[in-house]
């Protein structure tokens, strides 16, 4: 059954429309002129009380800020300090930067869209914040790893050289630009359309418009590959 809801395991909005039928506007309307059963009980969207929604709303309000503080913090510490100049905080510091961004321009966005079930920002913040959270995520595991590679050698290879902060800065260079490019498809796809929903309420939603090349879709591959 055709439907659009909100997956809180993708962080995206599903969808089992036929884009075919969303006009010039944006707006899905040829309920009739299809076999598609646009709303039923299954697919409503569910109810959020405005208590658990205030309680939400500080929730994640907190650790949006605090995240962005405690990062902020660490990035200040490690820049004034020039003892701490090290490789190891040098990744460290990449890290901040990841969850400061994310705290910024994904979080409050994306939970906004998750608890509303529709898109009342501004049309533009709909492919930044899934690509900031594509982006940082991506930076996020990536730096892990390179944090582990290099305590893995300076364990087991003490009196071996450490890696040098070039290497360090091409490394990360790396990881940016590689973290870039995973983020770039969610950028590209994600745009705001109105959906027609009984009896005549239209809402906008911020929708991942993935192409479907020879019956392949590419949306399924993204989400596998992330």
């Excluded at 929730?59 to 503080?69: A, D, H």
């Excluded at 994306?110 to 982006?135: G, I, N, S, T």
């Amino acid at each position: 059954m055709a439907h659009v809801i909100w997956n809180n395991q993708t962080g995206d909005f599903e969808a089992g429309y036929n884009m075919d039928n969303i006009n010039s506007t944006g707006v899905y309307n040829n309920w009739s002129n299809t076999s598609i059963t646009p709303y039923s009980a299954e697919d409503a969207l569910f109810y959020v009380p405005p208590g658990l929604v205030v309680l939400l709303s500080c929730l994640y309000g907190s650790i949006s800020i605090i995240s962005v503080i405690g990062n902020f913090l660490v990035i200040l510490v490690i820049l004034k300090n020039k003892s701490m100049h090290s490789v190891t905080n040098f990744y460290i510091a990449n890290l901040a930067i990841a969850d400061v961004m994310i705290g910024i321009f994904s979080i409050p966005f994306q939970f906004q869209a998750a608890l509303l079930q529709r898109w009342d920002l501004p049309h533009v913040m709909c492919p930044v914040a899934p690509f900031v959270k594509e982006l940082t995520v991506n930076v996020s595991i990536f730096t892990l790893a390179v944090i582990s590679i290099d305590r893995y050698i300076a364990v087991i290879y003490p009196l071996k050289p450490r890696c040098s902060r070039r290497v360090a800065h091409c490394v990360m260079a790396v990881v940016w630009i590689f973290s870039l490019g995973s983020g770039l498809p969610a950028a590209i796809v994600f745009r705001v359309i109105m959906i027609e929903e009984p009896p005549g309420h239209i809402k906008p939603f911020c929708w991942a418009h993935f192409p479907i090349i020879n019956g392949l879709d590419t949306g399924r591959i993204y989400r596998l590959y992330l």
